[in-house]
T-cell receptor, first 110, second 114 residues
Framework: QKEVEQNSGPLSVPEGAIASLNCTYSDRGSQSFFWYRQYSGKSPELIMSIYSNGDKEDGRFTAQLNKASQYVSLLIRDSQPSDSATYLCAVVNAGNMLTFGGGTRLMVKP | DGGITQSPKYLFRKEGQNVTLSCEQNLNHDAMYWYRQDPGQGLRLIYYSQIVNDFQKGDIAEGYSVSREKKESFPLTVTSAQKNPTAFYLC?????????????FGAGSRLTVL
Protein backbone atom coordinates (compact mmCIF):
# COMPACT_ATOMS: atom_id res chain seq x y z
CA GLN A 1 0.00 0.00 0.00
CA LYS A 2 1.35 3.41 -0.98
CA GLU A 3 1.80 5.86 1.85
CA VAL A 4 -0.15 8.61 0.09
CA GLU A 5 -2.70 7.73 -2.56
CA GLN A 6 -4.49 9.88 -5.07
CA ASN A 7 -6.62 9.11 -8.10
CA SER A 8 -4.46 10.01 -11.09
CA GLY A 9 -7.41 11.33 -13.10
CA PRO A 10 -7.86 13.21 -15.26
CA LEU A 11 -10.69 14.84 -13.37
CA SER A 12 -12.65 16.92 -15.83
CA VAL A 13 -15.01 19.66 -14.62
CA PRO A 14 -16.76 22.49 -16.46
CA GLU A 15 -15.74 26.07 -15.83
CA GLY A 16 -17.47 27.48 -12.76
CA ALA A 17 -18.03 24.09 -11.14
CA ILE A 18 -16.56 22.76 -7.90
CA ALA A 19 -13.56 20.45 -8.32
CA SER A 20 -13.07 17.90 -5.55
CA LEU A 21 -9.66 16.28 -5.17
CA ASN A 22 -9.10 13.48 -2.71
CA CYS A 23 -6.14 11.92 -0.93
CA THR A 24 -5.73 9.10 1.57
CA TYR A 25 -2.69 8.34 3.68
CA SER A 26 -1.48 5.35 5.63
CA ASP A 27 0.54 6.80 8.54
CA ARG A 28 -2.00 7.38 11.31
CA GLY A 29 0.55 9.52 13.16
CA SER A 30 0.78 12.12 10.39
CA GLN A 31 0.04 15.62 11.58
CA SER A 32 0.75 17.94 8.65
CA PHE A 33 -0.85 17.91 5.23
CA PHE A 34 -0.24 19.96 2.13
CA TRP A 35 -1.61 20.52 -1.35
CA TYR A 36 0.77 21.54 -4.14
CA ARG A 37 -0.23 22.62 -7.63
CA GLN A 38 2.04 21.72 -10.53
CA TYR A 39 1.59 23.03 -14.03
CA SER A 40 2.96 20.89 -16.83
CA GLY A 41 6.75 21.10 -17.00
CA LYS A 42 6.95 23.36 -13.96
CA SER A 43 7.84 22.86 -10.32
CA PRO A 44 5.21 22.38 -7.61
CA GLU A 45 3.91 25.38 -5.68
CA LEU A 46 2.29 25.21 -2.27
CA ILE A 47 -1.35 26.27 -2.27
CA MET A 48 -2.76 24.96 1.01
CA SER A 49 -1.64 23.48 4.30
CA ILE A 50 -3.84 21.96 6.99
CA TYR A 51 -3.00 20.57 10.40
CA SER A 52 -6.31 20.16 12.28
CA ASN A 53 -9.46 18.22 11.56
CA GLY A 54 -12.09 20.19 9.72
CA ASP A 55 -12.05 22.73 6.94
CA LYS A 56 -9.60 25.48 6.07
CA GLU A 57 -10.56 28.05 3.48
CA ASP A 58 -8.33 30.32 1.43
CA GLY A 59 -10.08 32.17 -1.37
CA ARG A 60 -11.55 29.64 -3.78
CA PHE A 61 -9.68 26.77 -2.12
CA THR A 62 -10.88 24.71 0.83
CA ALA A 63 -8.80 21.95 2.38
CA GLN A 64 -10.62 19.33 4.45
CA LEU A 65 -8.97 16.95 6.89
CA ASN A 66 -10.37 13.88 8.63
CA LYS A 67 -7.63 12.18 10.63
CA ALA A 68 -9.90 9.38 11.84
CA SER A 69 -10.54 8.37 8.24
CA GLN A 70 -7.00 9.30 7.15
CA TYR A 71 -8.42 11.42 4.41
CA VAL A 72 -7.62 14.90 3.14
CA SER A 73 -9.33 16.70 0.30
CA LEU A 74 -9.09 19.92 -1.68
CA LEU A 75 -12.13 21.71 -3.04
CA ILE A 76 -11.76 24.35 -5.73
CA ARG A 77 -14.84 26.53 -6.12
CA ASP A 78 -15.69 28.40 -9.32
CA SER A 79 -13.08 26.40 -11.22
CA GLN A 80 -11.25 28.28 -13.95
CA PRO A 81 -9.32 26.95 -16.96
CA SER A 82 -6.19 28.34 -15.27
CA ASP A 83 -6.76 25.81 -12.47
CA SER A 84 -5.98 23.02 -14.94
CA ALA A 85 -2.89 21.38 -13.46
CA THR A 86 -1.76 18.39 -11.45
CA TYR A 87 -2.50 18.62 -7.75
CA LEU A 88 -0.12 16.81 -5.41
CA CYS A 89 -1.09 15.79 -1.90
CA ALA A 90 1.84 15.67 0.54
CA VAL A 91 1.94 14.31 4.08
CA VAL A 92 4.62 14.68 6.73
CA ASN A 93 5.46 11.20 7.97
CA ALA A 94 6.85 9.98 11.28
CA GLY A 95 10.38 10.86 10.17
CA ASN A 96 9.34 14.47 9.61
CA MET A 97 9.77 14.05 5.85
CA LEU A 98 7.25 14.91 3.17
CA THR A 99 5.77 12.01 1.23
CA PHE A 100 3.98 12.92 -1.97
CA GLY A 101 1.07 11.22 -3.64
CA GLY A 102 1.13 10.56 -7.35
CA GLY A 103 -1.02 13.59 -8.11
CA THR A 104 -4.43 14.14 -9.69
CA ARG A 105 -4.63 15.85 -13.06
CA LEU A 106 -7.44 18.39 -13.17
CA MET A 107 -8.88 19.67 -16.43
CA VAL A 108 -11.27 22.61 -16.33
CA LYS A 109 -13.14 22.96 -19.60
CA PRO A 110 -14.43 26.38 -20.76
CA ASP B 1 15.04 38.03 -5.12
CA GLY B 2 15.65 34.94 -3.03
CA GLY B 3 15.14 31.58 -4.58
CA ILE B 4 16.58 28.32 -5.84
CA THR B 5 18.47 28.10 -9.11
CA GLN B 6 18.80 24.79 -10.87
CA SER B 7 20.97 24.24 -13.91
CA PRO B 8 20.95 23.11 -16.57
CA LYS B 9 17.24 23.19 -17.37
CA TYR B 10 17.64 20.48 -20.00
CA LEU B 11 20.40 17.90 -20.18
CA PHE B 12 21.08 15.03 -22.51
CA ARG B 13 23.35 12.20 -21.51
CA LYS B 14 24.73 9.20 -23.25
CA GLU B 15 24.51 5.88 -21.49
CA GLY B 16 27.49 5.27 -19.23
CA GLN B 17 28.14 8.94 -18.51
CA ASN B 18 27.93 10.65 -15.16
CA VAL B 19 26.20 14.01 -15.08
CA THR B 20 25.95 16.62 -12.33
CA LEU B 21 22.91 18.79 -11.73
CA SER B 22 23.49 22.07 -9.96
CA CYS B 23 21.30 23.50 -7.20
CA GLU B 24 22.03 26.85 -5.55
CA GLN B 25 19.85 28.70 -3.03
CA ASN B 26 20.12 32.18 -1.52
CA LEU B 27 17.30 31.75 0.98
CA ASN B 28 19.64 30.95 3.86
CA HIS B 29 17.78 27.65 4.27
CA ASP B 30 19.54 24.93 6.24
CA ALA B 31 17.89 21.94 4.59
CA MET B 32 18.05 20.97 0.94
CA TYR B 33 16.47 18.10 -0.97
CA TRP B 34 16.58 16.35 -4.32
CA TYR B 35 13.45 14.76 -5.77
CA ARG B 36 12.86 12.78 -8.91
CA GLN B 37 9.59 12.91 -10.83
CA ASP B 38 8.63 10.50 -13.61
CA PRO B 39 5.81 11.28 -16.05
CA GLY B 40 2.42 11.17 -14.39
CA GLN B 41 3.89 10.39 -11.01
CA GLY B 42 4.57 12.16 -7.77
CA LEU B 43 7.89 13.19 -6.29
CA ARG B 44 10.29 10.65 -4.85
CA LEU B 45 13.06 11.68 -2.48
CA ILE B 46 16.62 10.92 -3.61
CA TYR B 47 18.80 12.61 -0.98
CA TYR B 48 18.47 15.33 1.60
CA SER B 49 20.79 17.40 3.73
CA GLN B 50 19.90 19.26 6.90
CA ILE B 51 23.33 20.72 7.58
CA VAL B 52 26.58 21.39 5.75
CA ASN B 53 28.83 18.35 5.30
CA ASP B 54 26.03 15.94 6.16
CA PHE B 55 23.38 14.26 4.02
CA GLN B 56 21.06 11.25 4.15
CA LYS B 57 19.69 8.84 1.59
CA GLY B 58 16.07 9.13 0.62
CA ASP B 59 13.84 6.47 -0.85
CA ILE B 60 15.64 6.06 -4.19
CA ALA B 61 19.32 6.94 -3.59
CA GLU B 62 20.86 4.10 -5.59
CA GLY B 63 22.81 5.41 -8.60
CA TYR B 64 22.97 8.95 -7.26
CA SER B 65 25.48 10.91 -5.17
CA VAL B 66 25.46 14.33 -3.55
CA SER B 67 27.70 16.71 -1.64
CA ARG B 68 26.99 19.61 0.70
CA GLU B 69 30.23 21.55 1.08
CA LYS B 70 28.46 24.91 1.29
CA LYS B 71 25.12 25.89 2.77
CA GLU B 72 24.03 27.39 -0.53
CA SER B 73 24.88 24.46 -2.78
CA PHE B 74 23.64 20.87 -3.07
CA PRO B 75 24.72 19.31 -6.38
CA LEU B 76 23.39 15.94 -7.51
CA THR B 77 25.44 13.52 -9.59
CA VAL B 78 23.56 10.95 -11.64
CA THR B 79 26.01 8.11 -12.09
CA SER B 80 26.18 5.44 -14.74
CA ALA B 81 24.90 3.04 -12.10
CA GLN B 82 21.45 4.64 -12.30
CA LYS B 83 19.66 2.32 -14.70
CA ASN B 84 16.82 4.59 -15.76
CA PRO B 85 17.86 8.20 -15.18
CA THR B 86 15.52 9.91 -17.64
CA ALA B 87 13.30 12.05 -15.40
CA PHE B 88 12.51 15.52 -14.11
CA TYR B 89 14.75 16.42 -11.16
CA LEU B 90 13.64 18.94 -8.57
CA CYS B 91 15.76 20.59 -5.91
CA UNK B 92 14.06 22.07 -2.87
CA UNK B 93 14.98 23.75 0.38
CA UNK B 94 13.40 24.51 3.73
CA UNK B 95 14.26 26.03 7.06
CA UNK B 96 14.95 23.48 9.76
CA UNK B 97 12.46 25.26 11.99
CA UNK B 98 9.71 24.28 9.58
CA UNK B 99 11.13 20.82 9.08
CA UNK B 100 10.34 19.40 5.69
CA UNK B 101 6.96 21.01 5.89
CA UNK B 102 7.30 24.06 3.71
CA UNK B 103 9.44 23.45 0.67
CA UNK B 104 10.63 25.97 -1.85
CA PHE B 105 11.34 24.35 -5.20
CA GLY B 106 13.70 25.22 -8.01
CA ALA B 107 12.46 25.23 -11.60
CA GLY B 108 13.75 21.72 -12.22
CA SER B 109 16.19 19.97 -14.53
CA ARG B 110 15.00 17.57 -17.19
CA LEU B 111 17.49 14.80 -17.91
CA THR B 112 17.18 12.61 -20.98
CA VAL B 113 19.39 9.62 -21.65
CA LEU B 114 20.01 9.04 -25.33
Amino acid sequence: QKEVEQNSGPLSVPEGAIASLNCTYSDRGSQSFFWYRQYSGKSPELIMSIYSNGDKEDGRFTAQLNKASQYVSLLIRDSQPSDSATYLCAVVNAGNMLTFGGGTRLMVKP
Amino acid sequence: DGGITQSPKYLFRKEGQNVTLSCEQNLNHDAMYWYRQDPGQGLRLIYYSQIVNDFQKGDIAEGYSVSREKKESFPLTVTSAQKNPTAFYLCASSTTSSGANVLTFGAGSRLTVL
